[in-house]
């Protein structure tokens, strides 16, 4: 079983609607949870970062954590063509200078 | 410009031709790091450095060596490159590791014959 699973889509959804993005998870010790977005061709980028469990909110994205699920979650609201990307999930513990990523979802937002 | 660089962007490779992909940030970063990615797999940490003459294992550094002298560059060398290292390479910087933003280069794809 990988540490970090993600269901890799491809995810099409019709501009304007709400994304619902998953990662679990089997190692406990994870405490930091963030998720990058990349673009065909480049570098991923952060998104949203999140300590221990809760939400954050950051314009239409919101990053929920469940610990007691192993579970996080990514939400974009009123989705745009240009939120189209692949979207990774990553975890590390703390102390750590490691990071987990799952293996991403693919998004297609149409037009 | 804030920025992580890689270099080259595209190379293709035989099989024992030991080779270099240099990586450089300007932002006075602390912690730099490898990943490979390859489909179905996703990211996997190489090697990381959380500061000069610093650098341990992440979870795939079978047939990679790593060396940081300097603050701003992190190189990733190998040696006797093999077919199954034929994937898409990313160097990332952050402040300090963990609990920072990375920031990752544009990535180098290597093909190795």
């Known amino acids: 079983q990988k540490e970090v699973e993600q269901d890799p889509g491809p995810l099409s959804v019709p501009e304007g609607a709400i994304v619902s993005l998953n990662c679990t998870y089997s190692?406990?010790?994870?405490?930091?949870f963030m998720w990058y977005r990349q673009y065909s061709r480049k570098g991923p980028e952060l998104l949203m970062y999140t300590y221990s469990s809760g939400n954050k909110e950051d314009g239409r994205f919101t990053a929920q954590v469940d610990k007691s699920s192993k579970y996080i979650s990514l939400f974009i609201r009123d989705s745009q063509p240009s939120d189209s990307a692949t979207y990774l999930c990553a975890m590390s513990t703390s102390g750590t200078y490691k990071y987990i990523f799952g293996t991403g979802t693919r998004l297609k937002v149409l037009a | 410009e804030a920025q992580v660089t890689q270099n080259p962007r595209y190379l293709i490779t035989v099989t024992g031709k030991k080779l270099t992909v240099t990586c450089s940030q300007n932002?006075?970063?602390?912690?730099m790091s490898w990943y490979r990615q390859d489909p179905g797999l996703g990211l996997r940490q190489i090697y990381y450095?959380?500061?000069?003459?610093?650098?341990d294992k992440g979870d795939v550094p079978e047939g990679y060596k790593v060396s940081r002298k300097e603050k701003r560059n992190f190189p990733l060398i190998l040696e006797s490159p093999s077919p199954n290292q034929t994937s898409l390479y990313f160097c990332?910087?952050?402040?300090?590791?963990?609990?920072?933003?990375?920031?990752f280069g544009p990535g180098t794809r290597l093909t190795v014959l």
């Open positions: 932002m006075n970063h602390e912690y």
């Open positions: 990332a910087s952050g402040l300090s590791g963990a609990t920072d933003t990375q920031y």
């Open positions: 190692n406990s010790a994870f405490q930091y």
């Open positions: 450095s959380m500061n000069v003459e610093v650098t």
